[in-house]
């Protein structure tokens, strides 16, 4: 997704930049919304949440959760003599929803037992929406809240991104900042991603700023989020500096600089990064396959996969 000069130039107006460490990196807390600008990127009918009122009533009906909750009551889990659902059904049946008639009369539930302010009720069904690709439901579910918490945000941000909204993704993360919500590592992984979508240097930069701001430097799925946004940007060299400055690395951080190397066709870097690797797995053996396959050096692929590279895999992968 490309953002037309005059949007990013309203977006990025919004980042108040100050200066740390004496170096001229950008970081601060952003100041102000660019809700209104980009109202136009967004969902007009939100009313389609009719689930509210009306189809409470019929939906239920249809809904397995209502033969569970009659079998809950017989087996003493729900009093008779009270019509609230336990949260743990609700839950329980929101992982195994299969179509949105059934999200929608789950949500019902949630609000007809008062559980629509519940930030981990919110939490899991904002989950659920993403799974089905429908972020105005998430989205109106949380304008809903009195208070959400920082899980609340994450999971919103989180499903903006997955449905491919990293516009909404920025803009929530905009507001939890403005209400004093202060970002963990999750919401830092998710932006970040949103900002490989924009596909705007700047604003990532900006957002870099914030991740030293609060600390998360040294956060190791930061920084993993860091090199694979980098990458997409063509940012060879921003990526590389990024992963030798981490303190520790896992087997995706390292799997995903050999990769960054490979779809770059640096070969070399690739490799040498692929026999200093420490554990290896089948994620980073086709990485660097498919870099060699790129540059159709049929021989190096064919090392990796037979003879002595089989043996490597053996004694490191295993």
């Not at 640096?266 to 060699?292: C, H, K």
Request: net charge positive; hydrophobic share 40%; with cysteine.
């Amino acid at each position: 997704m490309v953002i037309c000069k005059i949007q990013f130039q309203f977006i990025y107006k919004n980042l108040s930049l100050i200066k740390y460490g004496g170096g001229g990196r950008l970081s601060g807390l952003i100041a102000t919304s660019f809700r209104h600008h980009f109202s136009h990127h967004l969902p007009t009918d939100l009313s389609s949440l009719n689930f509210l009122s009306c189809h409470f009533r019929t939906a239920l009906i249809r809904s397995p959760l209502y033969e569970t909750t009659h079998l809950a009551e017989s087996q003493g889990i729900v009093p008779r003599n009270r019509k609230a659902i336990k949260k743990e059904i609700i839950i329980e049946h929101m992982k195994i929803c299969s179509n949105l008639t059934q999200l929608e009369c789950l949500y019902a539930c949630m609000v007809k037992n008062s559980y629509n302010q519940d930030c981990f009720m919110i939490n899991q069904f904002v989950s659920s929406c993403s799974s089905f690709s429908r972020v105005d439901y998430a989205i109106q579910a949380f304008t809903q809240m009195d208070e959400p918490n920082v899980f609340v945000y994450n999971a919103v941000i989180r499903a903006c991104v997955c449905c491919f909204a990293p516009i909404r993704a920025l803009e929530f993360y905009i507001k939890m900042l403005r209400v004093q919500i202060y970002p963990t590592s999750y919401t830092f992984s998710s932006v970040i991603k949103g900002c490989a979508l924009v596909t705007q240097c700047r604003i990532g930069e900006a957002i870099n700023g914030q991740i030293w701001k609060f600390g998360f430097k040294s956060h190791l799925y930061v920084q993993t989020a860091l090199i694979d946004y980098y990458s997409c940007l063509g940012k060879i060299f921003e990526s590389r500096m990024v992963f030798d400055e981490m303190d520790e690395r896992d087997v995706f951080a390292w799997t995903c600089m050999i990769s960054v190397h490979a779809r770059s066709g640096d070969l070399v870097s690739a490799r040498r990064l692929f026999d200093q690797m420490p554990e290896r797995t089948f994620a980073s053996w086709n990485s660097l396959i498919d870099g060699y396959a790129r540059i159709r050096d049929v021989e190096s692929a064919e090392f990796l996969t037979s003879g002595r590279g089989s043996q490597v895999f053996s004694e490191h992968g295993s």
